[in-house]
């Protein structure tokens, strides 16, 4: 949770704010409630409506609405289960083509929404404006206090839109949904809603769906809000340039999108499952845990600290230390066709739990108490090694180092005779690694690399180390460095 703002004038109170962050996912939400009436709304709510109820009651609101600002592709939507558990109405948008429609509104109250329109929310309006760019039936809600008498709107909830700092990405639908030449079509759709948000006024607050870390762009600001006028100034994009050069700006050097977006854009386009209270077994044996190891479409996930999973883990399990990156990891790594059984601290569990069906991973048979591993006969291990290690060994010929960073970290600076395979894709392309050679694996700080190594001994890679320093001790070492494009693979 954020912030909390409430505007009042001649000693009344008319409008409550309020704005909430999934730290993991870099993701805004809003609630937005009139005082005079008790209705609330909240603004691309995430799918764990706990935060958003709590501040319901204790403010005495009732969740009247649901808006999305497009159809998000790194996170599940809330909104569905809104209008499940609370009967909310659905502000949802109508722009772009048939391709990207809600599918889910029969049966529940659904408002779609064009250009222009505009809707209230007791005394609170909202403006649609049609931003297309990031998708094509991006919306954004100019927001104005008409309780409180004003005339002029207060701010802007952009979506992934314009950001502090940056605008959202048009290249998602391409490289993660594969709808070709999606990318170009939608920078220059970016550029045209651009010129429209440069004509508002330079009060207006910009309140983004997202901060820095999200992979919706690439330049983000820490700042969790801007203004109009601020982003006028500094945001690169908003800069005087031509069409033709923005658009090679702004495709150029994007994040690779983790691999779950493709399955958020059809699950928020289709409608997320309702969830419901079930309860997951905590298992605390061994022999309970063998049960879902040996079947084939259960993975066992390892969430205790990477540092403790070296020093002795489960064959076959897949390290993901529940971090701030564990999210985004989980996503890009499981397999959405497969039930989970996750090994967690008993009080981390609910944490976990929501963490995962964020992203739509709800299969999850049980959660296993650590202690299970005091009664395996034999565990696997791997050794974390520091960067002066490295240094005596990553020229031989029976050692192959694995990079694991994204592309553009690649590009600015790697270990001489490294081998870059991300993260993301390692699973993939675990099949053109060498059987016969130690196997180093390293990212910037570490954290990546041991997900990594983890991930590469479940595949059956037993001689594999991990940089602990990460890169970045590989330079403090004085380590040579060499830039370069991307590494042809076989």
């Known amino acids: 949770m954020m912030d909390k703002w409430i505007f009042s004038r001649n000693g009344g109170r008319h409008m409550f704010f309020r704005s909430y962050a999934d730290e993991q996912l870099s993701q805004y939400s809003y609630m937005i409630a009139c005082q005079k009436t008790g209705e609330a709304i909240v603004i691309d709510p995430a799918r764990d409506l706990t935060p958003y109820i709590e501040t319901a009651r204790k403010e005495g609101f009732r969740l009247m609405a649901a808006a999305e600002t497009h159809i998000h592709a790194d996170f599940v939507s809330g909104a569905r289960q809104m209008a499940s558990d609370y009967g909310a109405a659905l502000y949802l948008s109508n722009e772009g083509d048939e391709e990207w429609k809600y599918e889910f509104t029969d049966g529940l109250s659904v408002n779609l929404l064009k250009d222009g329109d505009v809707f209230m929310v007791g005394k609170v309006e909202f403006k649609v404006m049609h931003t297309p760019g990031h998708t094509p039936e991006s919306i954004s809600f100019i927001l104005t206090d008409r309780g409180s008498g004003s005339a002029v709107p207060m701010g802007i909830f952009t979506g992934d839109f314009v950001f502090v700092g940056d605008v959202g990405r048009p290249d998602l639908l391409e490289k993660a949904v594969q709808l070709q030449g999606t990318a170009e079509t939608g920078a220059g759709q970016m550029y045209d809603s651009i010129q429209v948000f440069k004509q508002l006024p330079d009060h207006l607050i910009v309140w983004p769906g997202h901060g820095a870390g999200s992979a919706c762009g690439k330049s983000f600001g820490a700042v ?63 022999t309970d845990l063998r049960a879902y190891m040996n079947r084939s479409d259960v993975t066992v996930i390892d969430t205790r600290d990477s540092r403790e999973f070296a020093a002795g883990h489960l064959k076959g399990t897949i390290n993901l230390p529940y971090t701030r990156i564990f999210t985004n990891w989980a996503g890009w790594l499981l397999d959405y066709e497969h039930t989970l059984a996750v090994i967690a601290a008993e009080e981390q569990t609910e944490s976990i739990r929501r963490s995962l069906q964020s992203i739509g991973l709800d299969r ?77 694996v390293h990212c910037q700080t570490g954290a990546r690399s041991a997900i990594g190594t983890s991930l590469l001994q479940a595949k059956g890679f037993k001689n594999v180390e991990n940089l602990l320093t990460g890169f970045d001790g590989w330079e403090k070492a004085g380590g040579p460095v060499e830039q370069g494009d991307k590494e042809e693979k076989k």
């Open 224 to 286: 969790p809000i801007s203004t109009v006028g601020y982003e006028k100034a500094n945001n690169w994009a908003l800069k005087e340039m031509s069409k033709e050069g923005f658009h090679e700006e702004l495709l150029k050097d994007q994040p690779e999108p983790p691999a779950y977006f493709s399955v958020m854009k059809k699950v928020n386009k289709g409608g997320p499952n309702v969830l419901a209270n079930e309860t997951i077994p905590y298992v605390e044996h061994l």
């Open 364 to 440: 999850i048979a049980a959660f296993v108490s650590p202690s299970v591993l005091k009664e395996a006969d034999a565990l696997e291990k791997y050794r974390n090694i520091d960067a002066e290690r490295l240094k005596e060994q990553y020229s031989k010929e029976d050692v192959y180092v694995i990079d694991v960073r994204q592309q553009r970290e690649w590009d600015e600076g790697h270990i001489p005779t490294a081998h870059h395979h991300m993260l993301g894709d390692l699973e993939e392309e675990a099949g053109q690694l060498p059987k016969d050679k130690k196997l180093i």
